[in-house]
């Protein structure tokens, strides 16, 4: 069986290897999320809020040693 530390260690090399990915993935979601959030009852004024926030949203990439650390912490306790 693996320790935690070795746990942590491959979940944190899983994490940063995708983390190009999960940025693509992201961005190419925000026509989803919009025209999702376009078919909703929402008025117009509440529709073009959400649009220009997601328009304007950067994504921001998970820290992996950050992770590993939190993910540690709450593993003990």
Known sequence: ML???QMA????AKL???????????NAAKGRMTSGYA???FGPTRKANYSAGISAATYHAPDPGRW????QAKMRE
């Open 16 to 26: 940063a290897a995708k983390a190009a990915s999960m940025a693509a993935s992201w």
């Open 3 to 5: 320790s935690l530390d």
């Open 9 to 12: 260690s491959k979940g944190q």
């Open 39 to 41: 078919a909703t009852p």
């Open 68 to 71: 590993s650390t939190n993910w």
